[in-house]
């Protein structure tokens, strides 16, 4: 059936009955789905999966273990066997994927398939996908359809049988970035963000792993560097542990960019005498005026590496050399903000280097930096491409037709970005809706820079080809810098806001009223908690039992 | 040694030596010490307790235990008994209590005397304390000054002894007001709230625990009404819990204050099929417009209680026993707050009831029903006092000079609610300050109704005594209303903004920096994360690490 006439029925349903749909349950809400009035009862010893082929060299067992866990828990190790006097019929989960799965993804974003059509009858589940993104986002929706059975003891049901549904996503890069500099966070709290991006259908984790805080990438080309510029020896990721990760993460579909901000940014770097002389305004202290209190120091400035050095270039080669080996995706974040002329200005070195070089102003000497090394990352990995922080301030940064923008300035100026950069890709993390970080002060009790604080909704009604036109539109990411956050906190700070964008990134096609949109995002809530992921919650329990009441029209 | 020379003494350790002190790791900052230059190094076997009496029928068995647990931890069960080849000599903490402890508390907040002082030399620490209360404190600071030895396997270290210590809170009232009506609670998190004041030295917990959208409390008296307006069979305080949770506040040195709010805020109660013809405005609906978006419903609109109905009072005399005999402390939060008098106007009975009784206004309707209400308190218990909410909107409010007033409207507006209750004790709970549930938005995803958020600076530099005289402030409370509340965000809403207001009503005698403030609050985070407490940074690592770098004076 057609998109459209497939959300006339999902209204009916919900003016008509207050039974929970697939619109209830699922979020991002699939993009076409029919159901019918039947239930379906699941013994989950008599549970069994079937697939068509061997996906070797990947290996789907992990997956499918995880679900099948995350669906029935204990009930699984409490089966008879062979089981007996079962009140319900053996049910098999059916898997066609209709190419061989040589990886978790194509190298490009934008060629990675997350299609997939799910059908439950009585008889069975058909699961149908291309790729192995839709293998996952499959189980996932099948696995906020089933729940414990409220009629057959140690039974499941799925309501509302059968179910036909096909879904695939609107934008490719679904994503969150996470700040690992101004606090150290432990890995177990990085898989539980990933457990939480499954859950969301989200695509791509980008791990701002180093900044001028700290630097706690254990690094294969300086392999003392953690010693100086890591807060401390137990605040150190290394080589084990980020390869894990990266494989935690890819097993659930999702992708791992790195990112390596410079020139600025890199002021830990400096911690190391062997690098020291690489990083400008080093020891450089800002001021701070307490609001209602006394003129402070300001904590580390944002120093910058020297372009006028080659011995910078070979210790970006270095550290390039390390994200290649520790990260497989195709892409690298090579941050690009936030550079500080006056670190520059104030070395003559540098003054010097513009002058011998014809090199008119600052902002050229930044374009000369990223030029020069892109060459370097192109020299360790030319398959690499590069992803570029940009804001108005910097709409001199001269890119490459293939590099990708991520954009955090403000929302009313992506038309002029799009403008200015019409061939580039570009993913929308403009400062003031998706930064997650906003209005709850900053690190001095003061106010943030982006107040005020972005609500789900608030995050959910950007619509993005508002300002740019779909086919530039790479994706959208919500931005969790991390001056106050640490792994108590993080989890509300991230979510459910990070789903209210992936459900915009994935669907937009809602019906006009709000109760099947914030009744699925309850669900995903509830979901989260139960798996041990803090998310908060974004209504009363009122509201949570009886959402049309608060989010029905009047 | 004279408070103001103490603070000399305090600044000038910090300007001369990064050496951590007192003054940043005890918070709230006691009032009056001084510090050697030695450390004590303790072995945990060799670690004994005593005291000058027996404090029947008070048993401070189970402080001690919970202090010696927080201290020292597993290594207690590691002790070879006899313990032997000890590296440093038995260390015998004394407790000196200067009069019989017959009771956690006097009746009376203001009579609580929570002074205590500290002396820890290389021989003995002692401590002296006259109430309980002043027990409890005196181990939290000693619990902040010992740590693992840096030098000695297996043992703990107090820096900068001998240390004298002298402390006592400026105000008698430190509260928090914890709300189990928009989202319920595990006891496990009210438990957990409990152990976080004890850090911050609080002294009340005020238990808002039934509102309009639940009532999760037991009632002795109904038993069946949480079968109609709890949230579930799940989401209900049983009476073996309540009394639970007031004997593990009691042994923390925290007084549980609960607060039945009427006659608004009653809705609930209308869920109940006997109670419903008591509850005006039950089927009311609200409407919300969303911002960019649709007109929606609102919600379970503020239900009030009928005045003119007598079956109203028989009901509340219920509840009120129910408070009664849950809650030994001898306050009761009565509310008051937001009647909404177009629920009573729409009312014949009640129009009518107000011209038989020659009864003006709706204002005068509130004052009947607020002084017939605490006649029936009286009668159930003539040494409750009464505390009530108040605003701006609520200053025709006539109350005893004997009840206390929990103000919650502008800061700006305190010195006016002094002119019109001069004789009335006063707890400063203002919206604009106070409110930590602000500036994250509301349950609809739109604006709070105190937007912005504020920050534990914020929170800290409200001076009460720059509005009220100190002799009619009770004490500061922080509200944590839950419509976007649940058990895993609760933690960080509430830490260490609890604490910030704590410290000020503790000890405004604080040095001109901050690094001593600073450090403190960010080692009463680390004592809470420790403990597993959820508080979130108030700084980034670099700050918490280099705290001079940060919040020293340029």
Redesign the interface.
């Known amino acids: 059936m057609g998109r459209l006439s497939s959300f006339y029925f999902i209204v009916a349903t919900i003016l008509l009955s207050s039974a929970k749909t697939v619109m209830h349950k699922v979020f991002p809400i699939p993009q076409e789905f029919e159901e019918g009035e039947d239930i379906l009862y699941i013994d989950p010893c008599l549970f069994e999966i079937a697939h068509n082929q061997n996906f070797a060299p990947i290996d789907i067992t992990p997956i499918l273990t995880i679900y099948k866990s995350r669906i029935f828990g204990e009930k699984l190790n409490q089966c008879p066997s062979p089981s007996n006097n079962s009140l319900s019929p053996k049910h098999i989960l059916n898997i066609h994927i209709s190419s061989p799965i040589s990886e978790y993804f194509p190298s490009k974003i934008e060629s990675t398939d997350e299609s997939y059509s799910l059908e439950i009858t009585q008889d069975s589940t058909t699961i149908k996908a291309s790729q192995y993104s839709g293998l996952v986002h499959a189980l996932e929706t099948f696995s906020r359809l089933i729940e414990p059975s409220k009629k057959i003891k140690n039974h499941y049901e799925i309501e509302n049988i059968p179910i036909t549904l096909q879904d695939s996503p609107r934008f490719a890069y679904r994503g969150i970035m996470i700040d690992t500099s101004?606090?150290?966070l432990q890995v177990s709290t990085l898989m539980r963000v990933i457990d939480g991006m499954v859950m969301a259908k989200m695509s791509v984790l980008h791990w701002h792993i180093v900044d001028d805080?700290?630097f706690p990438m254990q690094s294969l080309s300086y392999p003392t560097l953690t010693n100086y510029a890591a807060?401390s020896s137990s605040q150190i990721y290394n080589s084990t542990q980020i390869q894990n990760l990266v494989k935690y993460a890819n097993i659930r579909a999702i992708r791992i960019i790195p990112e390596f901000d410079n020139p600025g940014h890199v002021r830990a770097i400096g911690l190391s005498p062997t690098f020291l002389p690489l990083v400008t305004c080093f020891n450089k202290?800002w001021?701070y005026q307490?609001?209602?209190?006394?003129?402070?120091?300001?904590?580390?400035p944002t120093g910058a590496l020297d372009p006028s050095n080659s011995q910078t270039y070979t210790f970006i080669q270095g550290i390039f050399q390390d994200l290649n080996a520790y990260f497989p995706d195709s892409y690298v974040h090579l941050g690009g903000d936030e550079v500080l002329f006056y670190c520059w200005s104030s070395v003559p070195a540098i003054v010097n280097f513009m002058k011998n070089n014809n090199i008119p102003s600052y902002s050229a000497l930044t374009n000369y930096y990223i030029n020069r090394a892109r060459g370097v990352l192109t020299a360790v990995n030319s398959t690499k491409t590069a992803i570029y922080w940009l804001n108005e301030a910097t709409f001199y940064l001269q890119v490459k037709p293939t590099d990708i923008l991520e954009f955090w300035g403000f929302t009313s100026n992506l038309t002029q970005l799009a403008t200015l950069y019409p061939n580039n890709k570009i993913i929308v993390a403009t400062g003031d809706r998706y930064y997650l970080d906003c209005?709850?002060?900053n690190?001095?009790?003061?106010?943030s820079w982006c107040?005020?604080?972005h609500?789900?909704?608030?995050i959910?009604?950007l619509e993005p080809t508002d300002y740019l036109s779909a086919d530039q539109i790479l994706g959208g990411e919500v931005t969790m810098f991390?001056?106050?956050?640490?792994d108590?906190?993080l989890?509300?700070k991230i979510w459910p806001r990070a789903a209210a964008m992936a459900q915009r990134y994935w669907n937009q096609n809602l019906p006009?009223?709000?109760t099947g949109l914030v009744s699925s995002l309850n669900a995903l809530v509830n979901t989260m908690?139960s798996q041990g992921i803090?998310?908060?919650?974004?209504?009363?329990?009122?509201?949570n039992?009886?959402t049309?009441?608060?989010?029905?029209?009047?």
Chains 1, 2 share one sequence.
């Open positions: 101004r606090h150290f805080d700290s807060f202290q001021e307490m609001p209602n209190g006394p003129l402070i120091y300001g904590g580390p209005g709850m002060g690190k001095y009790g003061g106010e107040d005020p604080f609500t789900w909704w608030e959910y009604i991390a001056e106050l956050v640490n108590f906190v989890d509300w006009l009223n709000l908690n803090g998310a908060g919650p974004i209504d009363s329990n009122f509201c039992l009886n049309n009441l608060c989010f029905g029209s009047p």
